[in-house]
């Protein structure tokens, strides 16, 4: 069945870096845009960042640009999000998902808790 599962979320200072992983499983991979979203109990999903299934185009929240970085290795089925700069804003969960489906939670991976202390 189709599998994503979200991984290197933590603890961090303002200003501070993180990696994040999304080990893919169950489908083509390879071909499919995906997304980066993000959510804070009780509010509204948040996206975040989109590349296409080659991964040589992205496009990026307003919010995000130029701090974060998706990337994606097909060989490995495994898109990443690379964070810096981090805000105490960018607290949530972090999820993974098709582009198209990126809307609907049952499309997400568990996710990855992502908190930034001031």
């Known amino acids: 069945q189709v599998q994503l599962v979200e991984s290197g979320g933590g603890l961090v200072q303002a200003g501070g870096s993180l990696r994040l992983a999304c080990a893919a499983s169950?489908?083509?991979?390879?071909?499919?845009?995906m997304s980066w979203v993000r959510q804070v109990p009780g509010k509204e999903l948040e996206w975040l960042a989109d590349?296409?299934?080659?991964?040589?185009?992205?496009y990026y929240a307003d919010s995000v640009k130029g701090r974060f970085t998706i990337s994606r290795d097909n060989a490995k089925y495994t898109l990443y999000l690379q964070l810096r700069s981090l805000k105490p804003e960018d607290t949530a969960v972090y999820h993974c998902?098709?582009?198209?489906?990126?809307?609907?939670?049952?499309?997400w991976g568990p996710g990855t808790q992502v908190t930034v202390s001031s």
């Open positions: 998902a098709p582009t198209e489906f990126h809307h609907n939670s049952s499309f």
């Open positions: 590349i296409n299934h080659t991964g040589d185009t992205t």
């Open positions: 169950g489908f083509a991979f390879e071909a499919y845009a």
